[in-house]
C-alpha cells in the first residue's frame, strides 16, 4: 500500500471513529449540558488517561498476535473491515445514542469507563494490527501512534464538550446527513485495507 494512500485511510479512520458519536462523546456532551465545561474537563482527562492505556493494550495484544501467527493479518483486516461496516450502519442509526445518559463526570469515572468502552477497544485493536503493526515496528513509533491517537480522541472528548448543546442540536436537525457522511467515510475506511 502506497504510504501516502495509508496515512490517508488512517487518518480518516481515526477521526472518524473518535468524532463520531460514541458512549464517551455522547457522555461528555450530556454532562457538558448538565454540568459546565470546567467539571466535564476533568472527566475528560481520565478519558485521556483511559485511552493511553487501552491504545497500549491493544498494541500489546495486537503485536503478540502478529508475532504468533504471521497469516493473522487478512483475519484481522477482514474483521476490522467488518467492524468498520458495523459501525457505517450504527452512525446511520445515530438517534438512539443521544439517549445514552451518565451522572458521574469524574477522573476515575473517565479512565474507567474506557475499560467497558467497546468502540475504544475495537478500533484500537482494528488500527493497530491494520494501519499499524503491518508497517512499523520500533516500539517508540509504536508509541507515538498510541500518544497520537488518544490525543485525537481527547481532542473529539474535548468538542463534544465544548459545543454540547450545539452537537444536541445539529443532530436533531441534520442527523441523517451527518451520520451518512460519517458512514462513507468508514466505508472507505474498510475497502482502503484491501487495496
Same mark, same amino acid.
Given at each position: ?55 497500549? #493494550? ?39 445514542? %443521544? ?20 468502540? #475504544?477497544?475495537?478500533?484500537? #485493536? ?6 499499524? %503493526? ?9 508509541? %507515538? ?16 464538550? #465544548? ?29 482502503? %485495507?484491501?487495496?
Amino acid at each position: 500500500m502506497n504510504e501516502e494512500f495509508l496515512w490517508l485511510a488512517f487518518l480518516a479512520y481515526v477521526f472518524s471513529m473518535t468524532y463520531t458519536p460514541g458512549p464517551i462523546n455522547i457522555i461528555s456532551m450530556n454532562n457538558a449540558i448538565r454540568l459546565g465545561f470546567k467539571q466535564v474537563f476533568v472527566f475528560n482527562l481520565g478519558t485521556l488517561t483511559g485511552t493511553v492505556m487501552i491504545m497500549t #493494550l491493544c498494541m500489546i495484544f495486537s503485536l503478540a498476535l502478529y508475532s504468533a501467527v504471521a497469516t493473522i493479518e487478512i483475519y484481522m483486516k477482514s474483521i476490522g473491515a467488518a467492524y468498520m461496516i458495523y459501525l457505517a450502519y450504527q452512525n446511520l442509526q445515530h438517534h438512539k445514542l %443521544l439517549k445514552i445518559k451518565h451522572k458521574g463526570s469524574t477522573y476515575t469515572s473517565g479512565v474507567l469507563l474506557q475499560f467497558v468502552n467497546a468502540k #475504544l477497544v475495537a478500533f484500537g #485493536l482494528t488500527a493497530m494490527s491494520t494501519y499499524i %503493526l503491518p508497517y512499523y515496528d520500533s516500539a517508540a513509533i509504536l508509541m %507515538l501512534f498510541v500518544l497520537l491517537i488518544a490525543i485525537v480522541q481527547f481532542s473529539a472528548n474535548i468538542a463534544w464538550t #465544548l459545543f454540547g448543546s450545539l452537537f444536541a442540536k445539529l443532530f436533531k436537525q441534520h442527523g441523517k446527513t451527518i451520520g451518512v457522511v460519517m458512514a462513507l467515510l468508514l466505508l472507505y475506511c474498510a475497502v482502503s %485495507l484491501f487495496l
